[in-house]
């Protein structure tokens, strides 16, 4: 009986030893081990930067509607534009719109926005100068500026998307 046991024990020690090592591999390498998926870890935003200087602004920001006669689109055209452009990359609670972010508009947008006389062209350019170099960690940021802009209400971004997230939205809107 004690030989019984003893090998019971055993058993059960390695199988609690084979569970526990388990779950310490799941929750280190899968998003479930990160800082609750969604903080970057590194922004690009500058804390001099326009994209911060926006968000920490009291009075409000309003992009003007009027198309110029160049055929840009007008400024509150290419924010929204953009504003559509980060909801690949962040968590919000509600989503309306949606851009595929491609190098090709980046580098259009980029182009629009140094040609141009929008009043938050270094926004747009700070921007779109990150995520030309495949720089995202400002998103959050950028989508919250212009979200405050449109008086939004619900669907403020939280996060930036995990990549399989990510991979998710792009499927189901671009596909």
Avoid: C
Avoid at 43 to 62: A, N
Avoid at 84 to 103: F, N
Avoid at 112 to 128: G, M, N, P, R, V
Avoid at 156 to 163: M, N, S, W
């Amino acid at each position: 009986m004690k030989k019984e046991m003893k090998i019971a024990v055993t058993v059960f020690l390695i199988i609690l030893a084979i569970v526990l090592a388990a779950g310490i591999i799941y929750f280190v390498y899968t998003d479930y081990g990160k800082t609750s998926g969604n903080e970057q870890a590194e922004s690009s935003v500058d804390p001099d930067g326009e994209i911060q200087r926006l968000l920490e602004t009291d009075k409000k920001i309003e992009f003007d509607d009027t198309a110029n006669s160049e055929g840009e689109p007008s400024e509150w055209n290419f924010s929204d534009d953009l504003h559509k452009m980060t909801h690949q990359k962040v968590k919000a609670e509600i989503k309306w719109g949606s851009l595929e972010i491609t190098k090709e508009r980046i580098n259009n947008m980029l182009t629009t926005a140094e040609k141009s006389d929008y009043q938050y062209k270094d926004f747009y350019i700070e921007t779109l100068s990150a995520w030309q170099q495949g720089d995202f960690t400002n998103a959050v940021q950028v989508h919250n500026v212009i979200w405050k802009s449109q008086d939004g209400s619900i669907g403020i971004a939280t996060g930036l998307l995990t990549e399989k997230e990510e991979m998710e939205y792009k499927a189901k809107h671009f596909d």
